[in-house]
T-cell receptor, first 115, second 105 residues
């Protein structure tokens, strides 16, 4: 079975550019999570969706960040304009049922570097 | 103060030793996740538990929801267990800082 698929694996871009990270959850999973990991702050939940609807976006750092889930098999996390402090590894995860207390399956992450 | 505290931050063990990693949290949760992050960066969900104990191979996780404490145990540790182990409460998926485990042959 295919796991959670994230693209790109690595992204290097200059500050001010728009960055789009993509995630394909495991087929049949109802919940999708976006996380950010940095050395300073560790893992942080940015936003999560149930049945394609954003439920909790309180972790989204600021208006420069936006996330969408147009259908059950695809989600994007967009940063516009990007800043050097956005450099981090971004993980997407999905779980089978509509609750945070369900096991999550993680993608391999996107390592983002903003110069 | 982080709402999820892990101890120890770093742990070095000899192969075969019994390992215990602790996780304490200050807010109410209904379940707790234990994750393993490999040196390459990939994250694997080990356990999600809300009460009692769960076992998977050499790994055992216990939780006491009322005392707000969970432990992850590794029996007969092996160098391939070397990783960062992270706990997270399910209420807002707030993560501990992680415990870096190194098992030496």
């Amino acid at each position: 079975d295919a796991g959670v698929i994230q693209s790109p694996r690595h992204e290097v871009t200059e500050m001010g550019q728009e960055v789009t990270l993509r995630c394909k959850p495991i087929s049949g999973h109802n919940s999708l999570f976006w996380y950010r990991q940095t050395m300073m702050r560790g893992l942080e939940l940015l936003i999560y969706f149930n049945n394609n609807v954003p439920i909790d976006d309180s972790g989204m750092p600021e208006d420069r960040f936006s996330a969408k889930m147009p259908n059950a098999s695809f989600s994007t996390l967009k940063i516009q304009p990007s800043e050097p402090r956005d450099s981090a590894v971004y993980f997407c995860a999905s779980s089978l049922r509509q609750a945070r207390n369900q096991p999550q399956h993680f993608g391999d992450g996107t390592r983002l570097s903003i110069l | 103060k982080n709402e999820v505290e892990q101890s120890p931050q770093n742990l070095t063990a000899q192969e075969g030793e019994f390992i215990t990693i602790n996780c304490s949290y200050s807010v109410g949760i209904s379940a707790l996740h234990w994750l393993q992050q490999h040196p390459g960066g990939g994250i694997v969900s080990l356990f999600m538990l809300s009460s009692g104990k769960k076992k998977h191979g050499r790994l055992i996780a216990t939780i006491n929801i009322q005392e707000k404490h969970s432990s992850l145990h590794i029996t007969a540790s092996h160098p391939r267990d070397s990783a960062v182990y992270i706990c997270a409460g399910d209420n807002d998926m707030r993560f501990g800082a992680g415990t870096r485990l190194t098992v030496k042959p």
